[in-house]
């Protein structure tokens, strides 16, 4: 069950990860598990050799990608080409084992989030470990979770008959877009050549100017990975998905967390990435009552790391947001142990030499691709899928691109293995209309199909759903009621508490569900969560929404009792009766905060 959990963890986090050209930075922790798999071979071992297919960057996109174009129906020879070292991916010391194949730059963050619920620090320090033993028994738990990932990818290779190989891969200067230099650890140059390539190389955190960035005290959202003790206080710039993941973990593994935000309104910031404004709130109010300290309003002006004494604190000159004084009731200033800087990602290009190919790159270094994930080169052989053409940075996109990407370049096998008799089944055409000649309700929203260009999806809000693995976790799919109203749609929302079923109330009675539809049909047009489990609970309100279901729909369904799911029921239920809804919401929070205060005992 546990290789299960952490291949799940693995595969619906956010972002591929990074592959060549990063910092040099590397998680040298040392792990006990036996002796693993060793799949990949010298670069030298296939010199001149050529194959159908070249994936450059083993994240969950590459692999995705590789297993795709080994195994039926295309049964290409596939090499994989991937750069851990270069990249500062999650190592074995002992072993050589690179434990992020297959994995996606927040792989181990999940397996730290997951290790704070498991294991209490404070138990630990209250039995007299130091603080050394207890992050080394943190450290050692995640190199094992993420073993489990790495085994099994590795076996996945090695059954496929994907050739893996370790290096940094780039185009050569004269040999168009089919021939690659592979350069190993000890700068030895092989060339090889492929019909068909594909760039599945991430992203790399923004990292911007005046920030002495060190790996030892000063921290972007993958250099963490080094981090090589518990710190006592943490101080995090950055009011997205992946600052709020990094407060809550370091929060839950007994650090004092400041989050300094440019925005005044947190709330806002988190509504700038999609985030509805109830779940934004949700989100705010939750990280204040678990004691992470707020600066709205700021940025760190400058940055005080002592010299030559690793545990005094660092300390960190704010100003407000643009520059200037501070109001004078804010802080000028905050000590902390650590630093992380979570204020973005940036495609993952330099060093593949990719003019050579004729591949061309936009202002932020994500490569160019069109409807079908094939960028610009010359031979028109090259392919781009994951973080490496940009936005929205997620693992779940990005896996779609590699699958999308493969099918595309090798069509003629999907086409050879229909039967004479098969049809395809019914799309959208560019008016709107399926084949059939329903009309599309939302427009050209309901054209999903295997669109998964950057374009495609970021036109599209159904496209995919979206999760923020904090602790609680938030998620949501489709609409939220402001992008119903600039539609012209007459939207509504039914909301229920977690406090209001028997599961949430007993055992996590702090979040909402929240589902927007269209009064005037009923029909549900997006779903927002934020609490336990939230990012498994989408995936039921994507398919609501997807299949056009009603709130009467959902009001008709029997529920499992005990279970989260029964808010579904609880939020249809707010939909047709607003004005008892808010009532019951009223006393269920009302009962909450005085539990959230402790003093619970007029209430039991």
């Not at 190989?165 to 000890?186: I, M, N, R």
Request: hydrophobic residues 40%; charged residues 20%.
């Amino acid at each position: 069950m546990a290789s299960i959990a952490v291949i799940a963890i693995a595969f619906l986090s956010h972002i591929s990860h990074a592959f060549q050209l990063q910092s040099p930075t590397k998680l040298h922790h040392r792990c006990t598990t036996s002796s693993p798999l060793h799949a990949a071979i010298p670069p030298e071992e296939v010199s001149d050799k050529t194959f159908d297919l070249c994936v450059i960057g083993a994240g969950p996109v590459g692999v995705g990608a590789a297993l795709l174009a080994a195994r039926n129906p295309h049964n290409k020879n596939v090499i994989l080409i991937d750069a851990p070292r270069a990249s500062g991916a999650l190592m074995n010391e002992d072993t050589g084992e690179d434990l992020s194949i297959g994995g996606p730059t927040g792989l181990f963050s999940k397996a730290l989030r997951d290790t704070g619920k498991r294991i209490s620090v404070s138990s630990l320090k209250g039995m007299g470990l130091r603080d050394d033993s207890v992050w080394n028994e943190i450290v050692t738990s995640c190199v094992e979770l993420a073993s489990f990932n790495a085994r099994d990818t590795v076996r996945q290779l090695e059954y496929a008959g994907v050739t893996y190989v370790q290096g940094t891969a780039a185009f050569a200067d004269s040999g168009g877009s089919s021939s690659l230099f592979v350069t190993d650890t000890d700068n030895f140059i092989t060339t090889l050549s492929a019909d068909k390539i594909l760039i599945a190389t991430g992203s790399t955190p923004f990292r911007p100017g005046g920030i002495p960035f060190d790996g030892k005290r000063v921290f972007d959202s993958d250099s963490i990975n080094t981090l090589s003790y518990l710190p006592k206080s943490v101080a995090i710039t950055g009011s997205g998905i992946i600052a709020i993941e990094f407060a809550k973990i370091f929060k839950n593994l007994g650090s004092e967390v400041t989050l300094i935000i440019r925005d005044k309104i947190p709330r806002n910031a988190l509504m700038k990435i999609g985030l509805d404004k109830d779940i934004s709130a949700t989100l705010v109010a939750d990280l204040a009552r678990s004691g992470i300290k707020i600066e709205r309003g700021a940025q760190v002006k400058k940055f005080h790391i002592p010299r030559g004494n690793g545990k005094a604190p660092i300390t960190l000159d704010l100003e407000a947001k643009g520059g200037g004084d501070r109001p004078t009731n804010a802080a000028s200033s905050i000590k902390c142990d650590i630093y992380i800087a979570a204020v973005g990602r940036k495609p993952n290009t330099a060093g593949l030499n990719l003019s050579a190919a004729g591949v061309n790159t936009d202002s932020y270094g994500g490569i160019e691709v069109n409807s079908e994930l094939k960028t610009t080169s010359i031979g028109g052989n090259v392919y781009a899928a994951g973080d490496v053409v940009g936005r929205p940075f997620l693992a779940s996109t990005g896996l779609a691109q590699g699958v999308a990407a493969i099918k595309g370049m090798f069509s003629e096998d999907s086409k050879e293995e229909k039967t004479d008799g098969e049809e395809d089944g019914d799309f959208a055409t560019e008016d709107g209309e399926t084949e059939d000649g329903a009309s599309c309700k939302v427009g050209e929203l309901c054209m999903t199909g295997e669109k998964f260009d950057p374009k495609s999806l970021a036109s599209n809000p159904f496209a995919f759903p979206v999760g923020v693995w904090s602790s609680p976790e938030a998620a949501y799919y489709g609409l939220s009621t402001q992008q119903c109203e600039e539609m012209g749609i007459n939207a509504g929302e039914g909301v229920a508490l977690y406090a209001e079923c028997l599961r949430g109330l007993v055992f996590s009675p702090n979040g909402l569900l929240k589902l927007v539809f269209d009064k005037d049909s009923g029909r549900i047009m997006g779903v927002h969560i934020c609490g336990d489990d939230a990012c498994e609970l989408i995936h039921y309100g994507m398919e609501l929404v997807k299949a056009e279901r009603t709130i009467e729909d959902v009001l008709s369904n029997l529920y499992s009792a005990v279970t989260f799911h029964e808010m579904y029921r609880i939020a249809a239920m707010a939909a047709v009766d607003e004005a008892g809804a808010r009532k019951r919401r009223a006393a269920a929070g009302r009962a909450l905060t005085v539990r959230n205060r402790g003093d619970n005992k007029d209430q039991w």
